[in-house]
């Protein structure tokens, strides 16, 4: 529970960013999203929501000690749910494409590509880099580099007509494609990177306090002189669905400003019923994931981009109080099935 309480509550928050930011995308008129609170809303679901918890799951991944094969079946029964979800979320816009009509193409939105289809994708891959043994760590950096360094390119060059839903996966500047693996991949690398150098890294900050207060005011400094251009890149969704290397190491920056931050309250404050509020959110994350997603998708379907920036709180109270609710009951009955199992 110690080990592992910062990355859990970091995924409960994660998962609250979630939840305001399809709000926002899907409910919010255009003028809402125009609006600071939008913009806002926008930024928020960015680095501290889908790269956070990116990064969370490679470290995670990293720290299991399952085989290979759990693993990778474990990716693919993720990657399975990433396609079930995009019926179950969409499954009024579908009855609707169907039996009334609408002029929308039912692939894009069964293989729209989202955060599942990616976490089962990186898993796989993050199982198979194990195989390196002691140069795993190695093995992930000098792939982040690669993923990071060729994504552009990628993104040009796999943007093609004749796509068969299956390059989008991949990247290229697809619509329906908001996670593909390149650049996405880079995060859970990152989190499966640090998680072998862990105990590195805390050996330093501990032995070396001057200089590791220098290079954290250094990221900083970074992070606000490209502040505008970063938040910019954020709020403007295609870009931020296709970016590049420049954006990964801002986003990362960032997202280890969060990281400290929370680390901090947490020591300051610990044992508090918030943090175990998100913490329990983040020990169930996947539940809580598909369960927003089905109630989002679906009334999006009826309320899309009509709602004025006012009801934003509205409909994040609601839809998150009740995605909770509907988690934790799920969480008690698996436990109850698992007993009687």
Known sequence: MKRFLLPDILKGLAAFFMVQIHITELFID?????SLAGKASLFLGGPFAAVVFMVVMGYFI????HNIS?????????FI??????IGLNLHLLLKIFNSGWPHNPFEYLFGIDILYLAGLSIIILAFLKLFG??????????????????GTLNEKLTLENHYFVLPFIAGRYSWSYFPLFPWLVYPL???VFAHSETQVTSFILKNKI????????IAALVLIFSRWGVNTT????????????????ALGLSLLWVLLIRQAIKQFPHTQTANFFCRIGKNITAFYVIQWLIIGNLATALYQTQTIGTFPIWTGIVFTATVLLTFAYEKAAKWYSRKA
């Open 235 to 250: 709020i403007m969704l295609p870009s931020y669905y296709h970016h590049t290397l420049t954006y990964i190491f801002w």
């Open 70 to 78: 759990e693993n990778v079946f474990r990716g693919i029964r993720i």
């Open 81 to 86: 749910l990433g396609f079930l979800l995009n």
């Open 190 to 192: 990152a989190g499966f």
């Open 134 to 151: 002691k140069w795993q760590a190695w093995a992930a950096m000098a792939l982040f580099m690669v993923v990071g360094s060729i994504t």
């Open 211 to 218: 200089a590791t207060r220098t290079l954290t005011i250094s």
């Open 62 to 65: 990293a720290h299991n000690k």
């Open 30 to 34: 255009p003028a809402g999203k125009e």
